[in-house]
């Protein structure tokens, strides 16, 4: 974090007024997902256009005031009281109120845009909007998380909210006022002068869609764009050495790499043999060959700075082929061959495949590989139809700790991929997520069962916490992210 | 003789592969003079004009000289030659159906050519055609200059490539069998044509040729080529008077003349071939109407009539190619296609009738495999190669490695593969110098009599006709003008038409010739 | 003074000329001629085959040998090149991540610390076999189904649609559904190929058709009595193959390509399998790394490219 | 002509209508569909279940087939799925995109072939030869994905000289200079196989076409090589290379594809790639409907082409 902060500006240049930041992103908005924080064209637009009612800063879950200023729970945590700043406009001109806050929050909760923190939502089970500038939420019962949700629900223009399914007009508080969409081309935003926070010093972004990994490269080599998302790790790499370009880890919005494991598998419903296939694999090669160090192994989702990390839990599965041969001895019976599912046009995912399809070999399970493409993957993730082992990335571990078992889908104590399910798992998830705070002993206690009872079941082998980056070209200076990876040019400038 | 002769070749070797086509040749050819090159199908003359020109396929193998005034051709470069090509030669090539590029008009092709020497806008080329198809017979010019040349007759496509070779008005035209194709009327105004050129320009004409009538109504002086070598060579009052080689006597005796021939007994047969009011339009253009014709079995029917009368068409007709707009056409009593089995077809074009990837010997089975003929098809191809007089070994060559009388064998070969009972032949023979006519004519006239076949026997050289058919239509603008047994129609004509054809008969004697054609004797055929 | 022409003149061969005997034996063909008639006989009547001897022959002359050479040289270096290298194309060598071209490594490693060399020429293998069989036989079937069409002219509409229709899906989009119809692999790249191969030919070939067709030959077997499927395979078939070889050459050539953007999209080969396609598409991240890594699977397909079209040239001279 | 195409109406007609049938059905025949995309890796099957019904793919196939084409035949294309907005409005942006760079990219391939065609079917200098074979193999060996890096390295990044990709920011329309300058590197990308391929057989067949009969008729008229070539053979060589060019429609089209997503050229190729993906059913049928009319249309006129071309096909006459 501290690297970060350094790299994404230098506090000594005065600021400069004025310019039009060009960024570029290799996929393009997909307006019914604005909710779902799911690529990078949705992440950036969300960061400009729209504020959320608390923001966390990227090292801590401690929440800082955004649009609400104050907040303060009683009742064991099922009634939260917020306050709103005053003086907030939207980019109409209109005053923000707390019927927007209640208006967003019930948005947020509609199943039809998908929002990933919905199940913390529905605990909410009425919002109170007793003066303009105050909020109160009744809860069904206390959630550790409450915070993660108020810091994602991004605050919307009830006027205008029916026009964001149709790409035609994004409405927020934000920093920067939605323009234009062209598909498949780009978005422009202008500045919001009256932004809250102070008008930033960029007159607008620019953000265009730039399909192919190598030609967003390079465009930002030739300074078509000054800020590019979506490019490889290996490119990544490369343009950090580049002269007038630096890569940017988006540090503490955190990805997780693993590799799910059906339990209904032939062999898979043995944990042995799923224990045996996490000390196979070679997290460490991964880590520095396919994602070039651009995060660090991991046998648990937590990153570093998580309350639930734990040094000791977390170094539970290295590589150790010795002890999975053992384990598969145990077994007894030998491994039929087991599919291993994932998207095929994806390169980091097509290689860390294939490390894994000889990591497996080696200890003595055959892997045969399925590529698939994205749509089918997603389809199969969420139906629970993947036959054999699956490899992708989840989000969701680098907020609140009990975030990830009632959001994250893999994670899910109820209903998840791996057809995983045992009372012990989904007691320890219930517990950490029915905690009135995030952070604190007691909750960290509710974290270690979880990470016991991850670490046992075996269903998910996790393979390191890993970071996106942004390349950026040295012009644009004080480039700032959430830890949902949305983008936040508030502060940048060009020079 | 001098240095002043136009063309001089000496010691011309060609040859391809093991083939030699001419053997050490020697000729010259003074300004203004007209040689007649003449000699047997195969002989080696249409390769000799060819070389002339540095036009000989990539596969020829030249040696030996070829002096234009003091300037050597052989071994010039391509641009040298184009200088000298159209401009200062030109050549007219024997078969006209593939001389001339299907896919452009015929008007635009001599305009091309125009254009080539001269800077000539766009409108007078064109219009320098329509003279140039006017100057060589063409009737309604402006008409056939925007045709194509399928759209031509054979005669009207060979007065397009003699068109061609007159545009540029070129010191020295060599002239490959120029007038195969025409009837007797538009060749003789051909021949007054050229003649005319060289009477007033001063064009010297080397004249390739196998019809002895046109030698001694042109040429000046006759050279007489034999398996590519000079046997003979001597002004054509000389030759033709008293031959000094035996070659060159059988040549001249080999001469179909008018005539010579004792009436034919008339046939009463059923009819082998029956048209009955066949019409066939071409767009506006009539082309037959209403046509009625029968031959009978066992009978020969010679169809004469000038070039573009609708010959072809009324044999295409018969042959069930073209379908008639009325009138039916009845081939063995039934559908010409339906009887195709039983009767052979010889076209016109015997170059493009071939499949040029087709061996010789494939060409010729054709029929027996599609039959699926029993006994040995080898055999049998061999023995009808043997009675065209084509070598055996010519079995494995392609159509293209022959020459253009050898090519019209073939066809005639592969028409006669089945026994037909019927054979439509279209100017078979036109491309044959004599002594192979003669062998032709007589093989026709002995199949004939044992087999007793009937044949359609289009031609535009009443001598042949005379001397094979029994009857003989006369075709004039798609009408039938005449009929009636041979020696009637073409020795006592009726129609004034057939009587204009009859005497345009050329005479295979210079002197008589040329008494004829300067008025000075009206000597009777 | 006395020029060439003289001597002309007075040059002639009395020698050879043949005496006496009647018009027929004039001249000494006949008299060989006779001679000879019983003899074995012309051969070759049987139908012309479309690639014939001279074809043959052509191909070892002159630019189809070198073609040949080409090819071979490639197909050589796909059958016992593997053999050569010390490498197996699936071995990930423990860190040999991305080296560069060494002596051990002459075309360096792939991202999966695989040596280039060896993946290159197994790769060699896939291509081959598309090129080989899945083209001649899209081709075969195309041609068949092109020329067979235009009998009729209400089939010959038909079939022009139906190939309108599959030309009109973009290769890939027809390779993504087939391959989710039939399931990822070497034979959904060997059904892609044939599938985009077809129309491609069948629709050139109709187009050549319909130009010879219009030939006095096709007239002259048909008056013979030649069925259309005689005179198809005899007469319009052989002259119609001229642009059939080119395209043979270039489809033999660049299905690779389809093969390649297939496995990038994960419907190709499967990975860890070697193909050109799948080692060029890696290759291109790398670029700025290993040149040569790219460079050698283009240079592979340049070879074939130049190989097959200098082959498709000699055949069509040979033919002309 | 017009009654020509008058007669074909029908059945391209019944062309499309196929079309129509096989292009509903194929897209369905892939697994996985929008649902699946829109509710995201970590929803629940309720949402999903959802989604599905308000895109209408609980419905029965026949019935939605109905109601598409029922749409279509009123003028209504329908909406996008994942993009939302009007599908005519998108097409309509792409088509303009895709249309000025596929024809940019033809008329290219076009002018190279007709004239490095000619000069390598009449050339007698082995050096041009070589030169020209280079040029083919190299074009036809390159493929796209890979020309497009390069150019884009070469003329964006190294010399910095033009754009790397994307359209011109005020339209198309806006200024010709600009957007040459943006159309310049993606066509040049898109024209070089096609080149490659048209240049190759039309000097074949103009080698075929130089061995005729009639071209010795017209050199032995002294008529200049290179007016033979050009004039006289050129004509007969052309329906083959009309034929592929034809077929090089496809090339384009599917090539457009790849170029557009190398350079950021945002036109109906990437639509398509990205509706398949997606499983974007309405974009994806209306897309390739519009592929298969050109198609259609493409051979409609390669067939009149061909008559135009060949007098003999045209005027055959009575057979
Ligand atoms: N391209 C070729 N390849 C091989 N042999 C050839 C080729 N062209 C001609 N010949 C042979 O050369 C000889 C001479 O042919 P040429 O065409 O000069 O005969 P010609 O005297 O013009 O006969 P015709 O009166 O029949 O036209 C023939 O035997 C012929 O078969
Ligand atoms: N396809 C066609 N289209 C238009 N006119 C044609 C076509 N074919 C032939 N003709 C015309 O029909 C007339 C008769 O042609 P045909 O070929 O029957 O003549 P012919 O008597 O055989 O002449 P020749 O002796 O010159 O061969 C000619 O004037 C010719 O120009
Ligand atoms: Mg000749
Ligand atoms: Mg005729």
Redesign the interface.
Known sequence: AVDARTSAGDPSAAPEQGGVAEVGVNLDLVPANVFTNSNAAITTLVGLVYDNLVHYDRDSLDPKPALATEWSATDGGRTVTLKLRQGVKFHTGRPFTSADVKFSLATYTDPKWNGQLISTAKVVTAVETPAPDQVVLRLDHPVSNLFDLLATVPVIDSETAGDIATGKRFVGTGAFAFESWRPNTDLTFTRNADYWDGAPHLDGVHVRVVPDGQSLLAAVKSGQVHLARGIGYRDAEAAASTPGLRSIPLDGAELQAYVGLNVTAPGLDDPKVRQAVAYALDRDRIIKEVFRDKGYPASLPWPRTSPAYDEELDGRYRRDVGKAKALLAEHGAPVPEIPLAYVGNDPVFTAIAQVVQNNLAEAGITVKLEPVDSTQFVKQLIGAQFPGLWTTNHSWAQLSPATLTVSAYPFNARRNASHFSSPEYTGAAEAAWKLPAATGPEAVAAYRKVSEQLLDGGFLAEIGVVLEQFVARDALQGVDWSRRRELDLGKAHLR | MSTTDLLTISGLEVSFGDVRAVRGLDLTVAPGEILALVGESGSGKSVTARAVLGLLPPTARVRGSVLLGTRELVGAGEEALREVRGRSVAMVFQEPATALNPVHTVGWQIAAVLRAHRGLTRQTARRDAVRLLDLVGIPDPATRVRHYPHQLSGGQKQRVVIALALANEPDLIIADEPTTALDVTVQAEILALLRDLRDRLGTAILLITHNMGVVADLADRVAVLHRGELVEQAPVDELFAAPTRAYTRELLAAVPRLGHRDPALPHTGADALRLTGVTVRYGDFTALSTVDLHVARGEVVGLVGESGSGKSTLGRVAAGVLRPDAGTALVLDTDPRSARRRFGFVFQDPGSSLNPRMTIAECVAEPLRVHRAPGDHRARVAELLDAVRLPADFATRRPRELSGGQRQRVGIARALALDPDLLIADEPTSALDVSVQASILALLTELQQQRGFACLFISHDLAVVDSLAHRVAVLHNGRVVEHGPHHEVLRTPTAAYTRRLVDAVPLPDPVAQRARRTGLADVPA | ?A???????A????A?????AG??D?????V???A?????????????DPVGRQEVNALLRGRGLVGLVLVGVVALAGLVGPLLVQWDPYQ?IPDA??LGPSAAHPLGTD???RDVLARLLSGIRVDLLISLTAVPLGALIGCAIGALATFTSALD??V??????L???????LA??LA??IG?GTTSVVIVVVAVEIP?FG??LR??V??VR????V?????????RG?VLR??VL??SL??VV??LA?SM??AV?IE??MS????GV???DPSLGAV???S??????NPLF?LSP?AV??L???GF?LI??AA??A?? | MIGYLLRRLPSALVVLWLASVLIFLLIRAIPGDAAAVLAGADAPPEAVAAIRAELGLDRPVVAQYLHWVGGLLSGDLGRSFLIGGDIAGLVADGLANTATLTLAALLLAVLTALVLGPVWAATRNPWVDRLLTAFHTASVALPTFVTGVVLILVFGVFFRLLPTGGVPPAGLLDRVDITAQYLVLPAVCLALPVAGVLTGFLAETLRGELRQDYVTTVRAAGVRGREIVVRHALRGALPVAVTTLGLQTGALLGGAVLVESIFAWPGLGLLVEQGVTRRDYPVVQVLLMLSVTVFVVVQLLTDVAHAALDPRIRLGGKR
Request: aromatic letters at 4%; charged letters at 15%; hydrophobic letters at 40%.
């Open positions: 003074m020029g060439p022409g003289v001597a002309g003149r040059r002639c061969h009395p050879r000329l043949p005496g006496g018009v027929a004039a001249v000494g063909d006949g060989r001629r006779r000879v008639a019983d003899r074995r006989g012309p051969r070759g009547v049987g139908p012309p990930q991540n991305l991202d999966l610390n509409v038909a022009q649609r139906l190939f309108d229709v030309l009109a899906f973009p290769q890939l989009i993504v559904g989710a119809v990822p491609i629709r050139l187009s050549a319909l130009r219009e030939a006095q030959f007239t002259a077997s048909e008056v013979i009595g030649g069925g005689h005899t007469h052989p002259n001229e642009p080119v395209q270039l050539s660049v390509f390649g953007a990038v999209l994960g419907i499967s990975p860890p060029l598409t890696t291109l991240r790398y670029l700025d790394l790219a283009l397909t340049a074939l490219v130049l079209q498709a040239q069509n001279a033919r002309g």
